[in-house]
């Protein structure tokens, strides 16, 4: 159990900061998908994958005191930033993961991005099991509010295979 909760704050340690949950929750997910060993299970929600183990995590995480939690409101709704405390610093010392340098990289590259991007980009991989032509429709269809654009789905498969490479997978 410990584990996983080192590999989360591994993630967010290595991201110095990360803004949102739904970037949170996309950034592990595609670092899963890039072969990176996390375990959280994920299904399809409305912003893309989604864990619920992983909001559990977090959630424990910062009840522990080794993650700072800032709710800040922006406009009509909230948004959170995570960070490492003292304390879970101090946690990842003591509980040394062997950690991939590839991973950190990876997760630096995807916290530039905006989340808007990784949802696109981490329901491209959830769907990859089907044709690109097949994944441009599906988008169409359940992603039909963000009115992603032909060029950002293009894009979208460019970075999945610049994080492939970065990931040596």
Not at 46 to 52: A, L, T
């Amino acid at each position: 159990m410990l584990l996983e909760h080192a590999k989360i704050l591994y993630a967010i340690r290595s991201a110095k900061e990360i803004v949102g949950r739904k970037k949170l929750q996309k950034m592990i997910y595609i670092a899963k998908r890039l072969s990176f060993p996390y375990q959280e299970r994920f299904g399809f929600h409305f912003y893309g994958p989604y864990s619920e183990e992983l909001t559990l995590q977090v959630e424990e995480l910062v009840n522990l005191g080794f993650l700072e939690e800032v709710k800040e409101k922006k406009g009509g709704y909230f948004q959170y930033r995570y960070k490492l405390t003292d304390n879970g610093e101090e946690f990842l010392q003591m509980n040394a993961i062997n950690v991939d340098k590839k991973l950190e990289a990876c997760l630096c590259d995807m916290n530039e991005q905006s989340s808007r991007f990784l949802e696109l980009v981490s329901t491209i991989l959830y769907f990859d099991n089907l044709s690109k032509q097949d994944i441009y429709e599906k988008i169409a269809k359940v992603k039909s509010k963000q009115n992603y654009t032909k060029d950002e789905i293009e894009e979208a498969f460019d970075y999945i295979a610049s994080l492939k490479e970065k990931a040596g997978s």
